[in-house]
């Protein structure tokens, strides 16, 4: 059975590209991407050589000899395409490197590179760039856990005395009011003005602290705020928001 041919990948020609940089042999390069070196000396010769070679215009030109552009497979299965924004939506690293995580800046950048590079419509270049924009941020529920986290003790009375459940609610509230029609919306108006004086001095409080407020001064603010002694109807409030049974 006859060998497949693989073709060199805009990851393969960075590496190549960044070799000769270095100033290294085509046998180094080769062992570095993989590949034997007379496909990296035969890639180097074909576009440019040595001190011409560039790994986006070696790969337009080797895009334009097979013939692209064609037809990607998102483009030709609706099915496809469905789940890739979905994917995409959710966030690249999430489908990578599992829920709730975090890739590393640098290799985030490097792969959102690599995908951008095969796109050949500006159209899809634009929609890719703002699909992603934002994909390798953490999610809300890890940024709500954190913004608690930093004021301690005090998030108790904040947060209608348990973190999980005031998340679950603050989630709720979010993905029910951007999601669904006003029909669908079956909160009551005053647990949702509870909730957002919730968020409201939680952020309030970390903004205070990352500005250079000492936190032995957070309990001295706190008594100026009216509901901040009220854990039990807040307690309520997010109980019914988060849909829960309410607490022993």
């Not at 899809?124 to 953490?138: C, G, L, R």
């Not at 003790?153 to 669904?180: E, I, P, Q």
């Not at 949702?192 to 970390?206: H, I, K, Q, R």
Request: net charge positive; aromatic share 6%; with cysteine.
């Amino acid at each position: 059975m006859p060998a497949v041919r693989v073709m060199l990948t805009s990851i393969d020609r960075e590496e190549i590209s960044r070799g000769m940089a270095e100033g290294l042999l085509y046998k180094e390069i080769g062992v570095r991407i993989g590949r034997d070196p007379s496909i990296v000396s035969r890639e180097v010769a074909r576009h440019g050589g040595r001190a011409g070679y560039r790994a986006v215009a070696a790969g337009t030109a080797a895009a334009a000899a097979r013939g692209w552009p064609k037809l990607f497979a998102v483009e030709r299965s609706p099915e496809l395409r469905t789940v890739v924004i979905e994917r995409l939506r959710e966030g690249l690293h999430r489908a990578l490197v599992g829920k709730g995580e975090h890739m590393p800046k640098k290799k985030f950048d490097r792969l959102r590179r690599a995908v951008r590079e095969q796109l050949v419509s500006p159209d899809h270049y634009k929609w890719f760039n703002s699909v992603m924009a934002h994909a390798n941020d953490f999610d809300l529920d890890r940024r709500l856990r954190d913004l608690a986290a930093e004021l301690g003790d005090l998030a108790y009375f904040l947060v209608g005395g348990d973190v999980g459940r005031w998340v679950t609610a603050v989630k709720k509230a979010r993905n029910s009011l951007t999601h669904l029609d006003e029909a669908q919306r079956k909160f009551d108006g005053a647990d949702l003005l509870w909730l957002a004086e919730s968020m409201f001095y939680v952020t309030t409080l970390c903004l205070l602290l990352h500005t250079g407020l000492k936190p032995e001064r957070l309990p001295g603010i706190m008594r100026h705020i009216d509901r901040w002694n009220d854990v039990g109807r807040l307690e309520g409030v997010v109980d019914r928001v988060a849909g829960e049974l309410p607490r022993a």
